[in-house]
């Protein structure tokens, strides 16, 4: 009976090791995003997250001789519009490009038309100058970038 006993409680002891050794099943998660109706109509969504929107390719104008304190006011100027339209809705991304090639920068408009995305670019100081010229094409592109502007202002610690 002792033996019966201590065999028990062997294998009772070597059960115990070897599920203490097995690895453990990482619980299952499952990060599927969830529609979110209210996002999506406030962003102008379709079905497919997408939107339509105007991309603008800024161009050398033909006038590009003014002086630097010209050229320097009407840069300032330029990225005051940039500011205005931004803080309207209107427009959604803008950057500069780092090399020389011949389009300066790009804009995407929130808007349906060129037509549209045309008035936008006469309020432009640099464009009225003839310093730039805009190329615009219609473009659609995911509606997230809506909320670019919202999340920039959380990570800029200065304004242009």
């Known amino acids: 009976m002792k033996k019966l006993l201590l065999l028990i409680l062997i294998f009772i002891g070597i059960t115990a090791c070897e599920k203490s050794q097995k690895p453990q099943k990482e619980p299952v998660t499952t990060d ?21 929107y105007v991309m603008a ?3 050398e104008g033909p006038n590009r001789d003014q002086d ?7 840069q300032r100027a330029h990225l005051d519009n940039i500011t205005r339209m931004a803080e309207g809705g209107k427009l959604v991304m803008a950057g500069p490009f780092f090399d020389d090639w011949e389009v300066k920068g790009i804009y ?39 909320k670019a502007g919202d999340m920039h202002k959380r990570l800029a610690k200065e304004s242009i």
């Open 32 to 52: 599927i995003p969830v529609y979110d109706s209210t996002l999506a109509a406030e962003t102008g969504a379709d079905d497919y997250g997408m939107r339509r």
């Open 57 to 59: 390719f800024l161009k």
């Open 68 to 74: 630097s304190t010209e050229a320097a006011r009407l």
């Open 108 to 146: 995407i408009f929130a808007v349906e038309t060129v037509e549209e995305a045309e008035e936008l670019t006469k309020t432009d100081p640099a464009i009225q100058a003839g310093r730039l010229i805009m190329e615009l094409h219609p473009w659609y592109g995911s509606a997230a970038l809506m």
